[in-house]
Nanobody, 125 residues
Framework: EVQLHACGGGLVQAGGSLRLSCAASGFTFADYNIGWFRQAPGMQREGVSCISTETGRTRYADSVKGRFTIGRDSAKDTFYLQMNNLEPGDTAVYYC??????????????????WGQGTQLTVSS
């Protein structure tokens, strides 16, 4: 069974940094895509960043480009979202998700069919 577990959220001050982690297990396909999404209070869920294990390509939402970095940790099927220069607008519940329609690298929510629990990030101003 495919399982995703997101962790690493917390409370940080504006300008600070935090690293989220997504541990994936039970994957049967060699290649897949990992996406990070977030949902702020009263807002629609939006794609933040994603990565393809097949190509190594990544995508970032304009709002986080240059501040956030997605990548793979040394552990198998473990991914991170490094968040730097955090802003109060980054406050949201962050979700880790996966899909297997490679090489379709997208921040659209539709193809992602496996989701982890959310982890809360709060950025104080």
């Amino acid at each position: 069974e495919v399982q995703l577990h997101a962790c690493g959220g917390g409370l940080v001050q504006a300008g600070g940094s935090l690293r989220l982690s997504c541990a994936a297990s039970g994957f049967t396909f060699a290649d897949y895509n990992i996406g990070w999404f977030r949902q702020a209070p009263g807002m629609q869920r939006e794609g933040v960043s994603c990565i393809s294990t097949e190509t190594g390509r990544t995508r970032y939402a304009d709002s986080v480009k240059g501040r956030f970095t997605i990548g793979r940790d040394s552990a198998k099927d473990t991914f991170y979202l490094q968040m730097n220069n955090l802003e109060p607008g980054d406050t949201a519940v962050y979700y880790c998700a996966a899909h297997w329609i490679t090489p379709y690298l997208t921040l659209e929510e539709r193809p992602y069919d496996s989701w982890g629990q959310g982890t809360q990030l709060t950025v104080s101003s």
